[in-house]
């Protein structure tokens, strides 16, 4: 039994260490797509679309001196869309599953 929750525990880690690191460089091609479109500086947008918290992306922001705004306009709707989101999306989920 031990071996086994050890063996669990390791998979958990792999897999929550590989979707933090899919995330991030997810939010960075997405930050470097915007930046070919837009005449936002990359470091804004990176801060703009990386996985985290308002506020330490906010106080980051303002530490070097980057669009604080930005960066506290898309964590905000990032927060709003996964809320306003969530349940729509479980309910698109649990059709699937069932179908």
């Given at each position: ?7 669990r525990r390791a998979r958990f880690m792999a ?81 699937l599953v069932a179908a």
């Open positions: 039994p031990e071996a086994v929750r050890e063996e897999v929550a260490g590989l979707t933090a690191a899919m995330s991030i460089v997810l939010a960075f091609a997405f930050a470097a797509l915007l930046g070919l479109v837009s005449a936002v500086p990359l470091p804004t947008l990176a801060l703009a679309t990386a996985p985290g918290g308002v506020s330490e992306m906010c106080i980051t922001a303002k530490v070097l001196q980057l669009g604080v705004p930005l960066v506290t306009v898309c964590h905000v709707l990032r927060v709003v869309v996964l809320t306003v989101g969530a349940q729509w999306s479980f309910t698109v989920f649990r059709r």
